[in-house]
């Protein structure tokens, strides 16, 4: 199944709490549960007022409808068409 990188712009994320992230990441596992097992959340990257999120789905549209569900934004989302590590220089 294809993953994908979603850039999300969220003003302020920096400077988000424990509770707060715990608060942003349960919205995101219970739209996860409502959609069903095609669209899978494997981790995020914050980067000042940027998160990264590397997600398992069919399609762009799906990654989509999650963030639409969860009123999360999803400025780019961008299929992976290559994983390369350390290991590739072997």
Known sequence: MPQFVIER???GLSKLSDSEFRALSQ?????????????????SYVTGDKLYCVYIAPD???????????????????????LIDPTTAE
């Open 9 to 11: 712009e969220i003003p």
């Open 60 to 82: 762009e549209k799906t990654i989509q409808e999650h963030a639409k569900r969860g009123g999360f934004p999803a400025h780019r989302i961008s299929a992976v068409r290559r």
């Open 27 to 43: 919205k995101s596992v219970e739209v996860l549960r409502g959609m069903g097992p095609e669209i899978q959340w494997l981790h």
